[in-house]
């Protein structure tokens, strides 16, 4: 069984910083691809950003985020710089790859809340 664990979040004034981490941890065989969500109140989970192949980011954090990975240790990493009222959600780790009995996988995590607020 694969688990992700998400740490780092909390509340911050706009303009502040944050760095979230996902730890993965289980049955990994190999990590096709991992990546940011987040979830608002009332609206649907939306990418943040994505690295696999090659990192994506959505419009909306451009220049703002950074993803970044660490492959010896199956640890994700989102540092969140100019952070505004609007990035208020909770953010979840996926997990896309293959466990060691060779199946297909694809893992959340439990989610961080990230509030931006004066």
């Known amino acids: 069984q694969v688990q992700l664990v998400e740490s780092g979040g909390g509340l911050v004034q706009p303009g502040g910083s944050l760095r979230l981490s996902c730890a993965a941890s289980?049955?990994?065989?190999?990590?096709?691809?991992m990546g940011w969500y987040r979830q608002a109140p009332g609206k649907q989970r939306e990418l943040v950003a994505h690295?696999?192949?090659?990192?994506i980011y959505a419009d909306s954090v451009k220049g703002r985020f950074t993803i970044s990975s660490d492959n010896a240790k199956n640890t994700l990493l989102l540092h969140m710089n100019s952070l505004k009222p609007e990035d208020t959600a909770v953010y979840y780790c996926?997990?896309?790859?293959?466990?060691?009995?060779?199946?297909?996988?694809?893992?959340w995590g439990q989610g961080t809340l990230v509030t931006v607020s004066s």
């Open positions: 996926n997990l896309k790859g293959w466990d060691v009995s060779l199946r297909y996988l694809e893992v």
């Open positions: 289980g049955s990994i065989f190999n990590i096709n691809a």
């Open positions: 690295t696999g192949g090659s990192t």
